[in-house]
């Protein structure tokens, strides 16, 4: 007989699994009771190390032991021929499904009952807290107690270009907070949005505007080696500071004091956490500078900063050739380039995904690396469904993390899931409320479905957020265009400082029957940007109705594999050319048909 049908015959099997179930049922049990009484969390821990300390004398108890008609008795002393062992085992089985029914049972009871019971008590404390203290009950109600906006840190260094590090250390904790699932915190987009605004608007409309109930500021002095970070936790309707702390170290414990600033602010939340703090990765103080400074140039999107972005990334790699996020970096870096103009597209999305599969070699479960390939495979590769794959996986790893759920709206709105891919963005823009690229996404899918005035609505309020912003003007006047409009859609482009106002003028003109200035324009544009264009000289020419050579550019655009082509099927202005034979048979090329399209799964769950 082998050593596993030994461990069957004496129950051991059996034993250790009937312990697991009621040890893990009692243990849920005691997280419930333990804190009506006063126990913390380190009563129930000490109850989970005994129950998993007992579960090896358990077993070995089982194997030496077995009971007989007469009790307990040593297995060496039992007659095979008189064991009732199989009896006990049928009696173990009943026992195991009668615990798991009630673990079942609990479960739910915990789940549907009594969480959001504790749920709503929670509620009315913070709410009674917020009466007695004379703050604002509407806003504890609607965001929660448990919120938080994480304000871009104040540069206190003697030297203005160190802003870089203070505003590093800011997202960078702000991302650790995000990563916990019981802390609702404000995106980056809308936190920095308040950058240099605080002499102009107090914390309580900071607070109000994002949905959030406390605010955490504070200031970062670098000189040297050495760091000072002050940090305030204040209550934002009436100003008052939960808690404070200076800290003075040098870079190499930077690490350190953001994990202390995390675990801080749980406390002072009161949140009970399903697992530890997520705590930072520690890794070379300089590299980790060159890092924050790279990223911050990355952001400035020109010529000049992705340049020295690349140099900065590419020397803390040097110095941590581990450093996963510093990869990620490099490859959104080139992902930009080629969008620019400044790098051919073959060199720079090939350059982009080694650097973001060296990512994931070195961290398989760092989400924004899976993102970031998701984005190649629908902007270069034109394989949606690979997009898919690479999506859902990031938001398994991160499931709120809303710059990830905006990029999976518009794969949503590529796929032709436009009410998917509105639903998705107004999340983003709940979580995000002052996010100016949130907003563009919105009123581009908008107008993807035909709605015309909410798309102009949410293009005013990018304006509002960011005025200037590139192709903002070109796309109001085409939705003014839409809407038969066109000597407002004129105006509205004549203000669009980008090429995009070249490419809106052809169409503009066209509405207004002005053929020589709209046959001008287009040659214009095609003789300035021919190389980045040639999906928008596609739609232009359907526009008017020249169906041969919009196929023409169509096919230059597949060519030049131009990031357009992802959403063709949402691009209202090709409307004129979807009756022709051509093309069906061009989308099903590419890719591209509504059967095509629709074959591919894909389908975000938002947390709740």
């Keep these: 007989?082998?050593?596993?049908?030994?461990?069957?015959?004496?129950?051991?099997?059996?034993?250790?699994?009937?312990?697991?179930?009621?040890?893990?049922?009692?243990?849920?049990?005691?997280?419930?009771?333990?804190p009506a009484f006063g126990f913390g969390d380190a009563a129930v821990r000490i109850v989970t190390i005994v129950f998993a300390i007992g579960l090896i004398p358990t077993l070995i108890f089982s194997w030496a032991f077995e009971l007989t008609s007469k009790g307990l008795k040593r297995e060496s002393e039992v007659d095979p021929?008189?064991?009732?062992?199989?009896?006990?085992?049928?009696?173990?089985?009943?026992?195991?499904?009668?615990?798991?029914?009630?673990?079942?049972?609990?479960?739910?009871?915990?789940?549907?009952v009594l969480d959001p019971a504790r749920d709503a008590e929670e509620l009315a404390e913070a709410t009674q807290e917020a009466r007695q203290e004379g703050r604002s009950v509407a806003l504890v109600e609607s965001y929660g107690e448990k919120s938080i906006v994480v304000l871009p840190f104040v540069n206190m260094s003697d030297d203005a270009s160190n802003e870089y590090?203070?505003?590093?250390?800011?997202?960078?904790?702000?991302?650790?907070?995000?990563?916990?699932?019981?802390?609702?915190?404000?995106?980056?987009?809308?936190?920095?949005?308040?950058?240099?605004?605080?002499?102009?608007?107090?914390?309580?409309?900071?607070?109000?505007?994002?949905?959030?109930?406390?605010?955490?500021?504070?200031?970062?002095?670098?000189?040297?080696?050495?760091?000072?970070?002050?940090?305030?936790?204040?209550?934002?309707?009436?100003?008052?500071?939960l808690w404070?702390?200076?800290?003075?170290?040098?870079?190499?414990?930077?690490?350190?004091?953001?994990?202390?600033?995390?675990?801080?602010?749980?406390?002072?939340q009161k949140i009970t956490l399903l697992g530890d703090v997520p705590t930072m990765r520690e890794i070379d103080p300089q590299a980790y500078a060159l890092y924050l400074q790279g990223r911050h140039l990355r952001r400035q999107r020109s010529a000049g900063s992705l340049e020295q972005a690349l140099v900065l990334l590419q020397q803390a790699l040097a110095i941590d050739p581990g450093y996963a996020a510093a990869w990620n970096e490099l490859g959104t870096v080139y992902i930009i380039q080629p969008n620019l103009g400044l790098r051919p597209i073959d060199e720079g999305y090939t350059l982009a995904r080694e650097a973001v599969n060296q990512a994931l070699a070195l961290d398989p479960r760092y989400a924004l690396a899976h993102a970031s390939l998701g984005?190649?495979?629908?902007?270069?590769?034109?394989?949606?469904?690979?997009?898919?794959?690479?999506?859902?996986?990031?938001?398994?790893?991160?499931?709120?993390?809303?710059?990830?759920?905006?990029?999976?709206a518009y794969l949503s709105a590529?796929?032709?899931?436009?009410?998917?891919?509105?639903?998705?963005?107004?999340?983003?823009?709940?979580?995000?409320?002052?996010?100016?690229?949130?907003?563009?996404?919105?009123?581009?899918?908008?107008?993807?479905?035909?709605?015309?005035?909410?798309?102009?609505?949410?293009?005013?309020?990018?304006?509002?957020?960011?005025?200037?912003?590139?192709?903002?003007?070109?796309?109001?006047?085409?939705n003014l265009l839409f809407k038969g409009e066109p000597q407002a859609a004129l105006e509205a482009i004549q203000l669009e400082d980008s090429v995009?106002?070249?490419?809106?003028?052809?169409?503009?003109?066209?509405?207004?029957g002005r053929a020589d200035e709209s046959d001008a324009a287009l040659a214009a544009l095609i003789e300035q940007h021919e190389q980045t264009v040639s999906y928008g000289v596609a739609f232009i020419l359907a526009y008017h109705g020249e169906a041969d050579r919009a196929f023409e550019w169509l096919a230059k655009a597949v060519e030049d594999k131009n990031a357009g082509l992802a959403n063709i099927l949402g691009e209202r202005l090709f409307s004129n050319i979807h009756d022709d034979p051509r093309w069906l048979p061009f989308l099903e090329r590419i890719g591209k048909s509504p059967e095509q399209l629709a074959a591919i799964e894909f389908k975000v769950t938002l947390p709740e």
């Design 1 to 34: 007989m082998s050593i596993f049908d030994e461990f069957r015959r004496r129950n051991v099997l059996r034993v250790g699994a009937a312990y697991v179930v009621t040890a893990w049922l009692a243990i849920q049990v005691v997280e419930t009771i333990f």
């Design 81 to 112: 021929s008189k064991s009732i062992a199989s009896q006990t085992g049928k009696k173990l089985d009943r026992m195991i499904m009668v615990v798991l029914a009630l673990a079942l049972g609990y479960f739910a009871l915990d789940r549907f």
């Design 165 to 241: 590090f203070s505003d590093g250390i800011s997202e960078e904790l702000l991302n650790l907070l995000a990563k916990i699932p019981e802390l609702r915190v404000a995106a980056r987009t809308s936190s920095f949005f308040y950058k240099d605004k605080l002499d102009t608007i107090t914390l309580a409309e900071v607070a109000q505007q994002l949905q959030v109930v406390h605010v955490l500021e504070g200031s970062v002095r670098k000189s040297g080696n050495q760091v000072r970070i002050t940090i305030q936790l204040i209550k934002a309707d009436d100003g008052f500071h």
């Design 244 to 268: 404070s702390q200076t800290y003075d170290r040098t870079l190499d414990n930077i690490f350190a004091i953001q994990d202390e600033i995390a675990s801080a602010v749980v406390a002072q």
């Design 375 to 408: 984005l190649i495979a629908r902007s270069y590769d034109n394989d949606l469904a690979a997009a898919a794959q690479h999506f859902e996986r990031a938001l398994q790893l991160e499931p709120a993390n809303t710059d990830i759920i905006r990029r999976a």
């Design 414 to 478: 590529s796929l032709g899931q436009l009410d998917e891919a509105i639903a998705l963005n107004k999340f983003v823009i709940t979580h995000d409320p002052v996010s100016h690229i949130s907003h563009y996404y919105l009123g581009l899918y908008y107008t993807y479905a035909g709605r015309w005035d909410e798309a102009i609505a949410s293009f005013r309020t990018v304006l509002s957020l960011s005025p200037g912003l590139s192709s903002t003007q070109y796309r109001i006047g085409t």
């Design 500 to 512: 995009w106002g070249m490419v809106g003028l052809p169409l503009a003109y066209h509405a207004l």
